[in-house]
């Protein structure tokens, strides 16, 4: 353990100490529970539901932060805040996991029986089902662990069987015969946006049809020939005069010698390939439109595993893949194969294990989504929704403006099954729930054995859907739901508009009559350090839970959302994280020092007379707040990280500390009773400090609770603070301009001593010429802070220009001239020989950098960025180079 001074506070700051301590304390004062019956506005969200077979990575990290910093912010600006949290059951992942386990163990689900099973799944749950919330509270993430929630507890069960009655009843659920994605390997259907297009080369096979009666052929070409095996037509356009004698004849399917019809669509692309298509209703969602509006008949030709069925003819029984290597070969011996070409072409995989889907006809569930979606459009329309940024209103509304509908049901185990019984006797279907199916088949009087639920699940993403409300007590009408419903905003990636977004508006409109959140907050994805997508495969992952033990949690929360603007991707750097960690670091020293000097603080003493820079800092935070706060209220937390980082490191630490050491220490000669400024030196001291890390506290909170706790202040934690308010009395631009000009020449002394190499401590005169008088005059005031701030033995401020110093190296600032008497300041003959040293070394690397690059072959040859790099090292070299030769000079004439 780090050694502990007198005030609390250890040496160095202890992360992993500090963040346990805090957490388990708010948890047990139940700070962040809500409370719904408390005044203050409701401020409101809902988590979106990790996995609950995940494990937390970076972008639930940037999610949650994001969240927790917007709550934090809310509870402390005095709402009624209410963060929900919970998990998602995960349907294909889950029941994966537990299929992995069960096949070590030599058994599977079959084995087992669909309710053994579901046991071993729900065991599984409790064993593994909270490690991504125990590591969301690692986070430090605020919200309401009592009401955390489950999609497949009992009340959001509960809400899920509701809604899809209820959408039964009105029509909007319906059963059909349709083409859908499936996963050979999942063995269940995707919706369509949970198939991930990928760009892949293959082929584009081109085959002969013969023309039926006749002499001649068409030319079909395809990316898919094993789908051939169920053409049922060939389509051409209707005002394509190569082919118009054509429609309405027919054409042979080579290898099953099969008449199949010629047809006329629109759909077809004359310019794509020969103008001819196959048509495959079963196996393609454009043929199986197509198909249609002709009255095809749909031939499948595949099982749900991907194998060829007896429709396929002597292919029966082989894997796909293998069946279009042996069915390429067989039209090409028997001349049907025409040609082929290699092609790039948009292949689907299934977004759970990258398999490649199969388009099949099968019945299915559905949702009509034409009467869901246009309400969900017009709400953003109105501005009853609102995207941030507002450029993915246009992704929003252009999916649901070409939506379709949407496959709910799953060939799973795990998951809400489907609330509808079939009667095995007649045709008769049973919608409701399960404690109301009747004792016998209304239609044919059969027994209630007779009558069998339906085996599938729903998708996981129709209960997700219903979070905002199910998550507050729907279909119950609690306190909860009328209070804080709709939610004030959703916080997610770019990645789940269509997946999620779009379908809790459409059924948060039709169930609760009202947007499920006023704002809907996008955030981009978090890429590695070369721009790439962090994945398994890549191996460039980045687990957020070492980064905590290793950094802490609130550098990992800082470092997340430091210049990162809403919408737009950002890349993890180590390197941000080492600069996060000093930012910590530089906040923690800076606290020690000023707790050092606050041991006699008294709490309620009057302001006193403010010099200069007191009024300068408390002018700047009081602009701080209110830039902070504008930031966060437009979400454009990373520029209040920006703004918080740049006051804290710059002016706070970097200048008013430093500034205002003279009078902590009870050394300012410059005022007459130093008690007296040493006390107003401690109040603006504790008030920007206290002040300032309120404001930090949502970004950083368990750093910011730990030093605010040894700070004089009330209340029991700083999450409960008031946030800070802008005192307009206290902005004062003249106290900043006039210490904005200090600033700068106190800069360009120290740059002066840098260059000249001075010694560190070494105390040198410093010599203003100043052109105006109120320059002058703000210097005057201000020579103390220009003493002490430039390591100057004396200052020496005039407004005569006209003679300049001997033997001084000499700066601009404005108006006002700068000099550095060097005089038995640097022994100048021992300097120019170490910059004469220096400057051979930069020429002899100048000389090398020419020759590389005066290399024709290399200049040629090399990556462009290499040759780049070459250049820029030359360009350094040459102004290195002539820095030096003036530097020389300089001491040259001393």
Known sequence: MSEVNQLGLSKTYDPQQVEEKWYQRWMEQGYFQADVEAEGEPFSVVMPPPNVTGSLHLGHALDNTLQDILVRWKRMSGYNVLWIPGTDHAGIATQAKVEEALAKEGLNKYELGREAFLERVWDWKHQYGHRITSQLKKLGTSCDWSRERFTMDEGCSRAVQEVFIQLFEKDLIYRGNRIINWCPKCQTTISDIEVEHQEKGGQL????????????????????????????????????????????????????????????????????????????????????????????????????????????????????????????????????????????????????????????????????????????????????????????????????????????????????????????????????????????????????????????????????????????????????????????????????????????????????????????????????????KMSKSLGNGVDPIEVIEQYGADTLR????????????????????????????????????????????????????????????????????????????????????????????????????????????????????????????????????????????????????????????????????????????????LAEEEMALLMDVIRSARNLRAEMNVPPGKKAELILQVGDKRSLKILQEGKSYLANLSTASDVTISADTSVKPEGAVTAIVHNIEVYLPLKDLIDSKKEVERLQKELATTEKELQRLRGKLGNASFVAKAPAEVVEKEREKEREGENKKVALQERIDALIKL
């Open 558 to 733: 800082f470092m997340l959302v430091t210049g990162n603007t809403p919408g737009n991707d950002i890349r993890f750097h180590f390197e941000r994280l080492e600069g996060t960690r000093n930012f910590a670091n530089k906040i923690w020293n800076a606290s020690r020092f000023a707790l050092m000097h606050l041991q006699d603080y008294e709490g309620h003493q009057p302001w006193g007379e403010l010099t200069l820079a007191d009024r300068w800092i408390l002018s700047r935070y009081n602009q701080v707040v209110d830039a902070v706060t504008k930031a966060l209220e437009n979400y454009d937390i990373g520029e209040g990280a920006r703004l918080l980082y740049e006051f804290l490191w710059n002016e706070f630490c970097d200048w008013y500390i430093e500034l205002v050491k003279p009078r902590l220490y009870g050394k300012d000669s410059t005022v007459s009773d130093v008690t007296a400024s040493r006390k107003t030196a401690q109040k603006v001291l504790r008030h920007v400090l206290s002040g300032t890390l309120q404001l930090l506290h949502p970004y950083m909170p368990f750093l910011t609770e730990e030093i605010w706790q040894q700070l004089p202040h009330h209340g029991e934690t700083i999450m409960r603070s008031p946030w800070p308010q802008v005192e307009p009395e206290k902005v004062d631009r």
């Open 205 to 532: 096979w081109h085959i002969r049809y013969p023309i039926e009666g006749e002499e001649g052929y068409v030319v079909v070409a395809t990316t898919r020939p094993e789908t051939m095996l169920g053409d049922t037509a060939v389509a051409v356009h209707p005002a394509d005069e190569r082919y118009q004698h054509l429609i309405g004849k027919n054409v042979i399917l080579p290898i099953l010698n099969k008449a199949i019809p010629v047809i006329a669509d629109e759909y077809v692309d004359p310019a794509f390939g020969t103008g001819v298509v196959k048509i495959t209703p079963a196996h393609d969602p454009n043929d199986f439109e197509m198909g249609l509006r002709h009255h095809l008949p749909q031939v499948t030709v595949m099982t749900k595993e991907a194998i060829m069925n007896e429709l396929a003819g002597p292919y029966e029984g082989m894997e796909r893949y293998s069946c279009r290597k042996k069915l390429v070969a067989d039209l090409d011996e028997t001349g049907f194969l025409e040609k082929i070409n290699d092609h790039v072409h948009a292949v689907g995989q299934c977004y759970r294990c990258d398999t490649v889907v199969e388009p099949m006809v099968s019945p299915q569930w559905f949702v009509k989504m034409k009467p869901l979606a246009e309400p969900a459009m017009e709400v953003v329309r109105q501005g009853q929704l609102n995207f941030v940024p507002d450029r993915f209103t246009k992704v929003y509304l252009g999916w649901l403006e070409n939506i379709r509908d949407w496959c709910i049901s799953r060939q799973l185990w795990w998951g809400h099954r489907i609330p509808v019984w079939y009667c095995d006797d007649c045709d008769y279907i049973y919608c409701g729930l399960a404690e109301n199916v009747p004792g016998h088949c209304p239609k044919c009087g059969a027994e209630k054995e007779k009558l069998n639920q339906d085996p599938d699940v729903l998708d996981t993403w129709f209960s997700s859907a219903l979070w905002p409300f199910s998550t507050l007590g729907w279909p119950e009408e609690k306190a909860e739901l009328k209070k804080y419903y709709p939610t004030s905003v959703l916080v997610t990636g770019r990645d789940i508009i269509f997946f999620w977004v779009a379908r809790m508006v459409f059924m948060g409109l039709e169930f609760q009559k009202d947007v499920p959140f006023r704002d809907v907050f996008i955030h981009g994805l978090i890429l590695d350090s070369q721009g790439r």
